[in-house]
């Protein structure tokens, strides 16, 4: 069983060398009794929040607790099902949720496994438009931003997982939608992919500020916050009267000792700004309803989805640490096994 472990805690950018490829002799089986299920794993996926996982935290002091050193990198991923002790799966079945990075598996936690009906479309997606980044991107721009056909909305980190749904579906609601990203390829995939208005290069922008005024004369209605810091500062004093901001992620402050400060917040009080974080562990009760609407736009043709796929769980350290330095273009994937 080829496993990648995480050697030891990390502070500051995480390093390929934070993470090592064994191979664990024993043979998994699934214990005598067990409710859990054995699997075999397809597809990995690396999600900027795994950085949280890899500084080491008391259990329970944040969201999610620390990963095990010495073990495993616990992630999501989609599987199939080679052993059941779970009446709620069989063998054969493919599910997606929490997995290890590993060839096998045994889940004991099968609470948060999701089993896969729909299959006509590709089994990556599981990874991300159909799974986490997928309802992350849902829930946090209808259920957070109340967004209203003619809205101004502006996204960061927006070729990625979630950024790319986000601009898509205000697309699709009539608004009008601007994404930044670091690179001219992320930028052309925003405007000639997926339908953003308009698409700025951040890396380029000495003036974020001046930036934001040039895309939004008007003002900013809706603000898909990824990545926090000086963004997050410009975007306060661009929002209109009224805005809403869901802050999705800070991901400009995951490697950093101490959070960049944030000057612009009065903006909230003289803007009447609404700013919500959200975690979408707690809307997984949507899913089915995220599904309704988001398959048949997927066949349809209506939401397109890109994304950076590596071979082998050998590729997987230098995936995940790649998203911190924007090396990802759309979802992160790992490809363990075809079958
Ligand atoms: P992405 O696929 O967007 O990958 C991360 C991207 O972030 C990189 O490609 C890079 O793009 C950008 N980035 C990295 N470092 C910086 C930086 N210092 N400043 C600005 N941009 C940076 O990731 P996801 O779409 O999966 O996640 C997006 C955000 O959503 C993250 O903040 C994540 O933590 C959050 N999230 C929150 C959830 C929740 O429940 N609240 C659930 C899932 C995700 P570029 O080249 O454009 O800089």
Redesign the pocket.
């Known amino acids: 069983n080829k496993q990648v472990i995480l050697k030891d805690y990390v502070t500051g950018f995480p390093k390929e060398s934070d993470m090592q490829l064994t191979t664990a002799t024993t043979k998994l089986k699934l214990p005598e009794g067990s409710k859990g299920v054995l699997v075999k794993n397809l597809y990995l996926s690396c ?3 795994m950085r949280s996982r890899m500084t080491k935290r008391e259990p329970g002091a944040s969201y999610v607790d620390s990963f095990n050193a010495g073990s495993p990198i616990v992630g999501y991923g989609v599987a199939k099902v080679l052993e059941s002790g779970d009446p709620k799966f069989k063998k054969g079945d493919l599910i997606w949720g929490m997995t290890g990075w590993e060839e096998y598996s045994v889940i004991t936690a099968t609470e948060s496994l999701f089993k896969i009906q729909h299959t006509d479309v590709p089994l990556s997606y599981y990874t991300g438009i159909l799974g ?2 997928g309802m ?1 991107a849902y ?2 721009f209808y259920e957070i931003c109340n967004p209203k056909k003619g809205e101004t909305v502006f996204v ?8 790319q749904l986000v601009g898509q579906f205000a697309k699709l609601l009539g608004c009008y939608v601007v994404g ?4 001219k390829e ?1 930028v052309d995939l925003l405007k000639n992919k997926f339908g953003f208005d308009d698409a700025f290069n ?2 380029e922008e000495p003036d974020l500020d001046a930036a934001l005024k040039r895309y939004f004369p008007e003002g900013i209605d809706i603000y898909f916050e ?4 000086k ?1 997050l500062d410009a975007v306060l004093q661009n929002m209109r009267v009224h805005g809403r901001i869901a ?6 402050q ?1 490697n950093l000792d101490e959070p960049e400060g944030c000057r612009n917040l009065m903006y909230l009080i003289i803007k009447q700004v609404r700013m919500q ?5 707690s809307y997984y009760h949507l899913y089915e309803k995220f599904l309704e609407m988001v398959l048949p736009a997927i066949k349809e043709g209506k939401i397109t989805y890109v994304e950076d796929v590596v071979e082998g769980l050998e590729s997987a350290p230098a995936a995940l640490i ?11 994937v790992v490809v363990v096994s075809c079958e």
């Open positions: 999600d900027p929040y986490m980044p992350t829930v946090g960061s980190a927006a070729s990625g997982a979630v950024g930044s990203a670091g690179s992320k951040y890396k990824n990545v926090g810091g963004m802050v999705c992620g800070l991901i400009s995951y974080g959200f975690l979408v562990f790649g998203l911190y330095a924007g090396r990802n273009v759309g979802k992160q």
